[in-house]
């Protein structure tokens, strides 16, 4: 069973940084794409970041320039580095896989930013 587990949340003042990572399990094969969604309260889930197996990445606009996604490889985690961060930035983050035509999810992690 393909699991992914985030971590690397917390509470965090404005100006501040934190790095995100997700722990892909279950399977032997590669993700097409991985990526960083967010959901702030009342809003929809929304793309923060995406990267793509051969190493193509792209940002929302809110986040670009502030936030990295990277990873090594494919047996290594998914990272978020987030810098500069802003209260707008608060939300609940979710790493999320495209394995084939299957779209992976994690249970999400939270990110609070204090001004």
């Known amino acids: 069973q393909v699991q992914l587990v985030e971590s690397g949340g917390g509470l965090v003042q404005a100006g501040g940084s934190l790095r995100l990572s997700c722990d892909a399990s279950?399977?032997?094969?590669?993700?097409?794409?991985m990526g960083w969604y967010r959901q702030a309260p009342g809003r929809q889930r929304e793309l923060v970041a995406i990267i793509t197996s051969g190493g193509d990445s792209n940002y929302a606009a809110a986040v670009k320039g502030r936030f990295t996604i990277s990873r090594e490889n494919a047996k290594k985690p998914l990272y978020l580095q987030m810098n500069n961060l802003k209260p707008e930035d608060t939300a609940v983050y979710y790493c999320?896989?495209?394995?084939?035509?299957?779209?992976?999810w994690g249970q999400g992690t939270q990110v609070t930013v204090s001004s």
């Open positions: 999320y896989g495209r394995l084939g035509l299957v779209d992976y």
């Open positions: 279950g399977s032997i094969f590669s993700f097409n794409v």
